[in-house]
Nanobody
Framework: QVQLVESGGGLVQAGGSLRLSCAASGRTFSSYTIGWFRQAPGKEREFVAAIRRSGGITYYIDYADSVKGRFTISRDNAKNTLYLQMNSLKPEDTAVYYC???????????????????WGQGTQVTVSS
């Protein structure tokens, strides 16, 4: 079993930056597809970014169009931690951010919340104008 704990959320002004962390216990991220999702009040949970493996040791990074060029996803396998560096934040980025993981996700399924079976509790990010 994998336990995921997010941290790093908070209140920031538009144009500012935050770095979210997701610490995992129980299993390493090395063999998992891992990603970030977010959910704003009254809206569905949406894909933000993910790291996935393809064909052995090659890893691919994917971003939602809404965050491309502003957010950076990364991982530290030694620390079993996933990060999301968020720059040039906008009020529309306000949401609860979740990290998620699952072994064996293929194709475009990594963008779908229901494809993941491990989730953190979420961390609130609020961007003021």
């Amino acid at each position: 079993q994998v336990q995921l704990v997010e941290s790093g959320g908070g209140l920031v002004q538009a144009g500012g930056s935050l770095r979210l962390s997701c610490a995992a216990s129980g299993r390493t991220f090395s063999s998992y597809t891992i990603g970030w999702f977010r959910q704003a009040p009254g809206k569905e949970r949406e894909f933000v970014a993910a790291i996935r493996r393809s064909g052995g040791i090659t890893y691919y990074i994917d971003y939602a169009d809404s965050v491309k060029g502003r957010f950076t996803i990364s991982r530290d396998n030694a620390k079993n931690t996933l990060y999301l560096q968020m720059n040039s934040l906008k009020p529309e980025d306000t949401a609860v951010y979740y990290c998620a993981a699952r072994e064996g996700i293929s194709g475009s399924d990594y963008t779908v919340p229901t494809a993941y079976n491990y989730w953190g509790q979420g961390t609130q990010v609020t961007v003021s104008s």
